[in-house]
């Protein structure tokens, strides 16, 4: 609460991080604004000692890592210390570089992080995001029940499509770009699937905001072009929808992350169907699955030392 409180006061609050910690910031953004009406800004933690000169005793900066001691963004708090700046982390180590720079410290307490990829630690962020944006509004009881019952839902999720998404990680093995669009709190969702392929898979992934889609890429869609869909039946659904039907006219398959069918997709990833804000918690899953089995049946090292794992 006291941490809410003090996001809500600062005259600027800037959230940094690398990779998956910084696709969870994106999502963090977006619910600051909506759940509490306060606007940041998220910045790349290797760009963000070039934004220092704007970082004073006024500024909050929230510093996202799941081990606490990338070199990018222990740099740049430095740099804001300096400058006067206070400091939260979030983070799922404790006794941290980045713990000792910060003036509080958020512990995700997820467990060890065995593979390439943040996954459980992801989701964790995003639970702390949750957390945060509701005690701004002094509902921080109700969101802890309202996370509880969702991670059954998150787990429905893995059981429903485990083997499904290995089947279609056989159909899509030859694949080298995979596109991954999304409009909204789940554009972020969008990337963090692509750089999760990437990690493991070792082949092109790209996520964008569906509608930069027309801009550049969509010239690049080929016939079985494997494109990513995360369509929640939300306000976003109908314009999603427009640009999945535009990259199947130049011959995309389609795999639809979404609770609701529709003939657009030639693959179809049913999520259950959730408040529009609680959307990530569910679309995330089983693009980490398909990340993982992807990489397996290409045969990279990756992911078979996750298996072994």
Known sequence: MEVGRDLLRANQVILTACGSSRYAGLIGRYLFSRVAGKFCNVIMAPEFHYYSDSV?????????SQNGETTDVVEGIKRAKYHGARVICIENRDSTILSRLSDRAIQLNAGLETGLTA?????CQLAAFYLLSFSMINRFDAMVGKLNDLSW?????IEQHYDSLKELSIKLSSSNDFYYIARGIDFAVASEGALMLKELSHVHAEGLPAGELKHGT???IEEGTPVVA???GDYTFPEILTNTLEARSRGAYIVGVSDQQNQAYDFWIAVPKVEELFYPLMTVIPLQ????????ERNN???SRILRR
């Not at 699955?289 to 397996?296: Q, S």
């Open 153 to 157: 839902e998150m787990n429905k999720v």
């Open 289 to 296: 699955l398909l990340a993982y089995h992807l990489a397996v």
């Open 119 to 123: 996954t459980k630690s992801f989701s």
């Open 56 to 64: 004073d005793k006024n500024t909050l900066v929230v510093a996202i």
């Open 301 to 303: 090292g990756a992911g």
């Open 218 to 220: 969509l010239t690049l």
């Open 230 to 232: 995360i369509s929640p």
